[in-house]
């Protein structure tokens, strides 16, 4: 068994809690040992780089110098959010690049009688570590149930490829790793041209009519290409492309149904697990669909799922008469 650090990040336990539930079930067959980093705080996600760079950096640092703490145990820190991934990798590489930032950073960390230095634990994102570290070659080889007939589109995100401070990508624009996987659990990989494009971030929040672009142009590539589902390994990029699909949709006039997984689900689909054991159900767009077309029952309906069905009452017809009800009732009919 291999062991890793695990900083799993703020969304692991909230809205990408299919993420973490996948990997979990996941990593052991892969011989994967994970140990959470203790006391771990949330990355600063995307916006605090840009606002105030000390304590930004101080703050993603703080996780590094914890991590690094771990002397005698492993050195590779996994991180599966993409973002944690992007600001762990910069914090290092900014330090050992700036005297003075890494000055300034280990000043701020001593308040907590913390140090880093750069260089100490070494980076890595999920999907670089299963397919060059662990190999494709294994992760084929746990394959009991091949994806065969499975039209996936491989959605990486702008984040993970770049910048690449360690040349462990095999191309910043059109990366092959992810589609390489999927290939190798049995699924037809769609060649998807805007799998680094960026999913708009937080401008669901700041400027929904760009956000809603972004999304759109994902969608329709996908669409384009007939891919049953969108394969992705950043929270933010599920998150999005999932639970704005709808608001899209209703921007642009548009119908798209396009399941939104993070690629740890399919590989457990591939191992053979239950979708429920993989946090299937919990998306906004139901994968029941493609769930089937690999011969997998999907997960039954939650009890929220259960309650607004039984809420929702059927649609008149526009065309049949009102019905009469007693005098007083909202919508009677007075002779």
Excluded at 151 to 160: D, E, W
Aim: glycine share 8%; net charge negative; charged share 25%.
């Amino acid at each position: 068994m291999a062991e890793y650090l695990l900083y799993p990040g703020c969304s692991m336990d909230s809205s990408a809690r299919a993420y973490q539930q996948s990997l979990e079930a996941i990593a052991g067959p892969l011989g994967m040992t994970l140990t959470e980093v203790d006391d771990w705080n949330c990355c600063g996600a995307t916006e605090y780089l840009g606002i105030s760079t000390t304590p930004a950096y101080a703050l993603i640092a703080r996780n590094l110098a914890i991590a690094a703490a771990h002397a005698n145990g492993p050195r590779t820190l996994l991180a599966p959010c993409s973002a944690c991934y992007l600001n762990l990798a910069k914090a290092d590489h900014g330090m050992a690049e700036e005297p003075r930032l890494n000055a300034n950073v280990n000043e701020a960390l001593a308040a907590g009688n913390l140090h880093y230095e750069p260089g100490s634990v070494d980076i890595r994102h999920l999907l670089d570590v299963m397919v060059h570290e662990i190999g494709l070659d294994d992760v084929k080889a746990k394959v009991t149930r091949p994806l065969t007939g499975l039209r996936v589109a491989p959605y990486l995100g702008c984040m993970v490829p770049r910048p690449d401070y360690h040349k462990r990508w095999s191309d910043p624009e059109h990366p092959t790793e992810l589609d390489r996987l999927l290939k190798a659990l049995g699924a037809e990989v769609i060649d998807f041209p805007l799998k680094t494009h960026c999913c708009g971030g937080h401008m669901t929040q700041i400027g929904p009519d760009t956000a809603y672009e972004l999304i759109r142009r994902l969608l329709q590539a996908a669409d384009q290409f007939k891919a049953d589902v969108i394969a992705t390994l950043c929270p933010m990029c599920q998150l999005n492309l999932d639970a704005y699909q709808g608001a899209t949709n209703k921007h642009f006039g548009a119908d798209f149904e396009i399941p939104i997984l993070f690629f740890t689900q399919l590989v457990g689909l591939a191992f053979g697990f239950e979708a429920k054991e993989l946090g299937f159900g919990s998306e906004m767009v139901k994968a029941n669909h493609a769930l089937k077309r690999i011969g997998v029952e999907p997960p039954p309906p939650t009890e929220e799922e259960e309650r607004t069905k039984r809420r929702r009452r059927p649609r008149k017809d526009s065309k049949s008469l009102p019905m009469p009800r007693l005098s007083g009732e909202r919508g009677a009919i007075d002779d």
